[in-house]
């Protein structure tokens, strides 16, 4: 059973850095492509931040800020996230497959479909 599970969240001052953990379990062959999305209240899910081979990608609202990163000996994604602001507070979700394969513009297998975290709270406060 593929699995992704979140950790790293919580209350951070605006200026403040937080890093979250996306460990990954089950999958026989990577997942090459993960990224992690967010959803705040009221909004709809966006990426954040993206990896596969050799790029990333990131929402213009964190370039800069955000970095993202990937440990393949762990099975482990990270999110670097600095100079945090109170419009990053949403639920932070790791994401792999189809979803963010498009997002990335990588090819999608077909009937592949996506595998989520269960999200973790991160809160900036002003």
């Known amino acids: 059973q593929v699995q992704l599970v979140e950790s790293g969240g919580g209350l951070v001052q605006a200026g403040g850095s937080l890093r979250l953990s996306c460990a990954a379990s089950g999958f026989i062959f990577g997942p090459n492509t993960m990224g992690w999305y967010r959803q705040a209240p009221g909004k709809q899910r966006e990426m954040v931040a993206g990896?596969?081979?050799?790029?990333?990608k990131y929402a213009d609202s964190v370039k800069g800020r955000f970095t993202i990163s990937r440990d393949n000996t762990k099975n482990t994604m990270y999110l670097q996230m600095n100079s945090l602001k109170p419009e990053d507070t949403a639920v932070y979700y790791c994401?792999?497959?189809?979803?963010?394969?498009?997002?990335?513009?990588?090819?999608?297998?077909?009937?592949?479909?996506?595998?989520w975290g269960q999200g973790t709270q991160v809160t900036v406060s002003s």
């Open positions: 990896v596969t081979s050799g790029s990333t």
């Open positions: 994401a792999a497959g189809a979803t963010i394969k498009r997002a990335m513009g990588v090819p999608v297998w077909s009937r592949e479909s996506d595998t």
